[in-house]
């Protein structure tokens, strides 16, 4: 670059800077501008969730999380890994998941970047045994499709050993009985 175009370039961006004024706010004092399509963190209503997990197998980064344990399920968000893809409130069956606009999540406690939401799970009327269906999924089943009252509430063991049964019946009679 020659002598004068090195004087005259500062020279042509103070120009056009001079006519397109000042591009920045002072943030935090200033409010910025958010696009209405701006994706920012997500928020789970425990009111709603039935902790189903189609959002945990959605997520790409593995921000949310359904921790099992002998008589609870978790759901966990954690905001951190978050990518703000909102591809888990597509999949939520129930519209337990709404998008907001927030972007301001830097905190002093790692605690504050984590949402729990813990639900019973359901327990076999039959033998007892603990089944991976929480209470809410079940009743929200029941509500969508017709259980019959032999197999609500029931392990996938003690299902089977009734429609086992059931069907022997129809062909023999009751099990153990001659035919
Ligand atoms: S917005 Fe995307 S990354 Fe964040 S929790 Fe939902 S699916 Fe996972
Ligand atoms: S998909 Fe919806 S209902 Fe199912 S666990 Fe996630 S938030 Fe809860």
């Known amino acids: 670059m020659s ?14 800077a001079s006519k397109t004024g ?12 958010i696009s209405p399509e701006f994706r920012g963190k997500i928020e789970i209503d425990p009111t709603k969730c039935i902790g189903c997990g189609a959002c945990v197998n959605a997520c790409p980064p593995n921000a949310l999380e359904m921790i099992e344990s002998e ?29 907001t606009r927030n972007f301001e999540l830097a905190t002093n406690d790692p605690l504050d970047l ?6 019973n799970r359901v327990k076999c009327r039959e033998c007892g045994k603990v089944t991976g269906e929480t ?18 509430n029931k392990c996938p063991d003690c299902r089977k050993k009734i429609f086992i049964n059931a069907i022997s019946m129809r062909r023999t009679g009751p099990v153990g009985e001659k035919t």
């Open 71 to 99: 008589d609870k399920k978790t759901l966990r968000y954690f905001v951190g890994r978050c990518i703000f893809c909102w591809r888990c409130i597509d999949v939520c069956p129930v519209g337990a998941i709404k998008g």
């Open 114 to 119: 984590y949402d729990y939401i813990v639900h």
């Open 3 to 16: 002598f004068v175009k090195k004087i005259i370039k500062p020279v042509e961006v103070l120009v056009v």
């Open 135 to 152: 209470t809410r999924m079940l009743k929200y089943v029941l509500e969508k499709a017709f259980v019959t009252e032999n197999y609500n």
């Open 22 to 33: 000042r591009v920045t706010i002072k943030y935090p004092f200033e409010e910025p501008w």
